[in-house]
């Protein structure tokens, strides 16, 4: 497995941009697949990005395509979730998370085996 750790979550206004960033450390970065998913108080995790392990192909949930950016820094072994636009029902807490496995895309929580602890993000007025 590997460890990840967030940042980067907090109390924006509607409109407004956040950027989340998830470092690991563990087995080798490049060699997997990231995501990011979420969960709403009262729901269940959803998927939100992935990005794949190689030529870094990415993958959206359709409520966040053209607003999040996921990107990866191999070199630093961190994945990024650039969110734009957000809206009130953004308002979760975001985990990044690992998959070993080399399907694509990876959107389904059994896929991955490594998750962080959370950041919240709200996003309010």
């Known amino acids: 497995q590997v460890q990840l750790v967030e940042s980067g979550g907090g109390l924006v206004q509607p409109g407004g941009s956040l950027r989340l960033s998830c470092a690991a450390s563990?087995?080798?970065?490049?060699?997997?697949?990231m995501g990011w998913f979420r969960q709403a108080p009262g729901k269940e995790r959803e998927f939100v990005a992935a990005?794949?392990?190689?030529?870094?192909?990415?993958y959206y949930a359709d409520y966040v395509k053209g607003r999040f950016t996921i990107s990866r820094d191999n070199a630093k072994n961190t994945v990024d979730l650039q969110m734009n636009s957000l809206k009130p029902e953004d308002t979760a807490v975001y985990y990044c998370?690992?998959?070993?496995?080399?399907?694509?895309?990876?959107?389904?929580?059994?896929?991955?085996?490594?998750w962080g602890q959370g950041t919240q993000v709200t996003v309010s007025s």
């Open positions: 998370a690992s998959t070993p496995g080399t399907s694509w895309p990876a959107f389904l929580l059994n896929e991955y085996d490594s």
């Open positions: 563990g087995r080798t970065f490049s060699s997997y697949a």
């Open positions: 990005i794949d392990w190689s030529v870094g192909s990415t």
